[in-house]
Nanobody, 118 residues
Framework: QVQLAESGGGLVQAGGSLRLSCAAS????????RGWFRQAPGKEREVVAD????????YYADSVKGRFTISRDNAKSTVYLQMNSLKPEDTAVYYC???????????WGQGTQVTVSS
């Protein structure tokens, strides 16, 4: 059974940092692109960042460039999202995803809540 399990969400004050992790199990994901999405109340799910299978190519939404960093450890089947200088508008449920290539999602995690207080 394929599972993507997020962790690291929580409540933080504006300007603070959080590090999200997403551990994959049930199959080999080393050749898969990985990504992070978020969905705020009343809004559509949006891509935050993604990374190709090698870690050599990354993408960031304009709203998080310079503040968030995506990385992966294929030996641990884990992808990370380091979030710095958090803003209240970053408040959302954050989902990790895996796909056969960048831009494709074959698997979703259950999501982890990130709340940034002003």
């Amino acid at each position: 059974q394929v599972q993507l399990a997020e962790s690291g969400g929580g409540l933080v004050q504006a300007g603070g940092s959080l590090r999200l992790s997403c551990a994959a199990s049930g199959r080999t994901f080393s050749s898969y692109a990985r990504g992070w999405f978020r969905q705020a109340p009343g809004k559509e799910r949006e891509v935050v960042a993604d990374i190709d299978w090698s870690g050599g190519s990354t993408y960031y939404a304009d709203s998080v460039k310079g503040r968030f960093t995506i990385s992966r450890d294929n030996a641990k089947s884990t992808v990370y999202l380091q979030m710095n200088s958090l803003k209240p508008e970053d408040t959302a449920v954050y989902y990790c995803a895996a796909g056969r290539r960048v831009g494709m999602v074959d698997y979703w995690g259950q999501g982890t809540q990130v709340t940034v207080s002003s």
